[in-house]
């Protein structure tokens, strides 16, 4: 089984889910875009006493208008975060960070470690693990599901999600912690920065473009699609030593997905580029590099020729990297996601966990942008 069709979308259970009322339960991560909206529900709909670790003071403005109990605290301080999670019968692990590998490895990889062993030592009832898709490369095989092998591709952020999911399945298998893993897709709506906010910035300067014509297979989740699956994974017991895929379903196209967001900004069509043709790589290679390596050894007499290879390098890639530059902000890893065409096998969320997708794409997109044009971004 693919994924579930796009009709079924609006017919699940309309929350509360039930199981959380009057629980205590930390969400790391909380002031993020996932964990945020997260915190924001378990609070509101699922009437749960709810506790948020921030590292950021300056970034819990949305999360603070929920009735939600704020401690400041960060995943690599373990002292705080046993504090926050001092009579915790539930666990959302949300939080993550970006960029340079030393930081992925920081706060994702020895930031779950000292979650994971938090949650031992407090004997809370449940750890709901976000990881993601990216542990499964840029372009999963056609029909993966969540048992298909992780997916090193030397990018720090997907790395460092392996090696944390690694941590804590560590402890689900030799320290018999309760746990259950999200592998979260693409997620969109609001508040979305990558999958809502960027396309839409993008598209208003005219530098965004369809990969292969748009022809990919979009299977991103909508941010509360997204929220009722992890809700249930944090209580169904079924839950426990899983991982789960989480979409929309429907199996539609990038086109028509980015479609939606050159309507809403006014665009006609968007331009296509395609990812045989291209290659960002070029892209990554700095130019200084050539300077290190070849530089020193082309400045002797003998070697004069040498100097021409510096300069014809030199010039080579300047010229790439500026044919290639309006091609942002797609990067190699976005030419290979947008150009995947294949579903993903969703059937254990749907049997496990009872997940089906509330919102369809065209109602998650009527919310996008009520919420994009409050915010000023159309």
Same mark, same amino acid.
């Given at each position: 089984?693919?994924? %579930?069709?796009a009709a079924g979308a609006g017919q699940g259970a309309p929350p509360?889910?039930?199981?959380?009322?009057?629980?205590?339960?930390?969400?790391?991560?909380?002031?993020?875009?996932?964990?945020?909206?997260?915190? %924001?529900?378990?609070?509101? %709909?699922?009437?749960?006493?709810?506790?948020?670790?921030?590292?950021?003071?300056?970034?819990?403005?949305?999360?603070?208008?929920?009735?939600?109990?704020?401690?400041?605290?960060?995943?690599?301080?373990?002292?705080?975060?046993?504090?926050?999670?001092?009579?915790?019968?539930?666990?959302?692990?949300?939080?993550?960070?970006?960029?340079?590998?030393?930081?992925?490895?920081?706060?994702?990889? %020895?930031?779950?470690?000292?979650?994971?062993?938090?949650?031992?030592?407090?004997?809370?009832?449940?750890?709901?693990?976000?990881?993601?898709?990216?542990?499964?490369?840029?372009?999963?095989?056609?029909?993966?599901?969540?048992?298909?092998?992780?997916?090193?591709?030397?990018?720090?952020?997907?790395?460092?999600?392996?090696?944390?999911?690694?941590?804590?399945?560590?402890?689900?298998?030799?320290?018999?912690?309760?746990?259950?893993?999200?592998?979260?897709?693409?997620?969109?709506?609001?508040?979305?920065?990558?999958?809502?906010?960027?396309?839409?910035?993008?598209?208003?300067?005219?530098?965004?473009?369809?990969?292969?014509?748009?022809?990919?297979?979009?299977?991103?989740?909508?941010?509360?699609?997204?929220?009722?699956?992890?809700?249930?994974?944090?209580?169904?017991?079924?839950?426990?030593?899983?991982?789960?895929?989480?979409?929309?379903?429907?199996?539609?196209?990038?086109?028509?997905?980015?479609?939606?967001?050159?309507?809403?900004?006014?665009?006609?069509?968007?331009?296509?580029?395609?990812?045989?043709?291209?290659?960002?790589?070029?892209?990554?290679?700095?130019?200084?590099?050539?300077?290190?390596?070849?530089?020193?050894?082309?400045?002797?007499?003998?070697?004069?020729?040498?100097?021409?290879?510096?300069?014809?390098?030199?010039?080579?890639?300047?010229?790439?990297?500026?044919?290639?530059?309006?091609?942002?902000?797609?990067?190699?890893?976005?030419?290979?996601?947008?150009?995947?065409?294949?579903?993903?096998?969703?059937?254990?969320?749907?049997d496990l966990l009872g997940y089906r997708p509330r919102f369809s794409?065209?109602?998650?997109?009527?919310?996008?942008?009520?919420?994009?044009?409050?915010?000023?971004?159309?």
């Amino acid at each position: 089984m693919s994924e %579930e069709p796009a009709a079924g979308a609006g017919q699940g259970a309309p929350p509360p889910f039930g199981g959380y009322a009057g629980r205590q339960v930390l969400v790391t991560g909380g002031t993020g875009f996932i964990g945020s909206r997260l915190a %924001e529900r378990l609070a509101l %709909e699922e009437q749960a006493r709810v506790r948020v670790l921030v590292r950021s003071w300056n970034k819990a403005t949305w999360v603070s208008r929920a009735a939600v109990e704020l401690v400041p605290g960060d995943v690599g301080d373990a002292d705080s975060v046993a504090r926050a999670m001092a009579g915790c019968a539930v666990v959302f692990h949300c939080a993550a960070a970006g960029g340079a590998r030393h930081v992925c490895q920081a706060a994702n990889v %020895e930031g779950t470690r000292t979650v994971m062993q938090a949650a031992l030592a407090a004997g809370v009832e449940r750890v709901v693990h976000l990881s993601s898709i990216a542990v499964h490369g840029p372009n999963p095989a056609e029909n993966a599901d969540e048992s298909d092998a992780f997916r090193c591709t030397r990018a720090p952020y997907g790395d460092s999600k392996i090696a944390a999911e690694e941590v804590a399945w560590q402890f689900y298998h030799e320290r018999d912690l309760p746990l259950a893993v999200v592998r979260p897709t693409f997620v969109w709506g609001p508040g979305s920065p990558f999958f809502t906010v960027l396309p839409v910035q993008q598209m208003k300067a005219g530098r965004w473009f369809l990969v292969d014509g748009g022809q990919g297979t979009c299977h991103a989740v909508y941010i509360d699609n997204l929220v009722d699956g992890i809700l249930l994974a944090g209580t169904r017991p079924e839950a426990v030593g899983q991982a789960f895929f989480l979409t929309d379903g429907g199996g539609g196209t990038w086109g028509e997905f980015f479609g939606h967001f050159a309507r809403m900004v006014g665009c006609e069509s968007l331009p296509s580029v395609s990812s045989s043709a291209v290659s960002t790589r070029v892209m990554l290679v700095p130019l200084r590099a050539v300077d290190w390596l070849l530089g020193p050894v082309s400045r002797t007499p003998e070697r004069e020729p040498l100097r021409f290879l510096v300069r014809g390098t030199r010039f080579a890639l300047m010229t790439a990297r500026r044919s290639l530059a309006r091609y942002a902000p797609f990067s190699a890893w976005d030419l290979a996601k947008y150009a995947r065409v294949g579903r993903l096998n969703t059937r254990r969320a749907h049997d496990l966990l009872g997940y089906r997708p509330r919102f369809s794409v065209a109602e998650g997109m009527r919310h996008t942008e009520a919420w994009l044009r409050d915010q000023r971004w159309l």
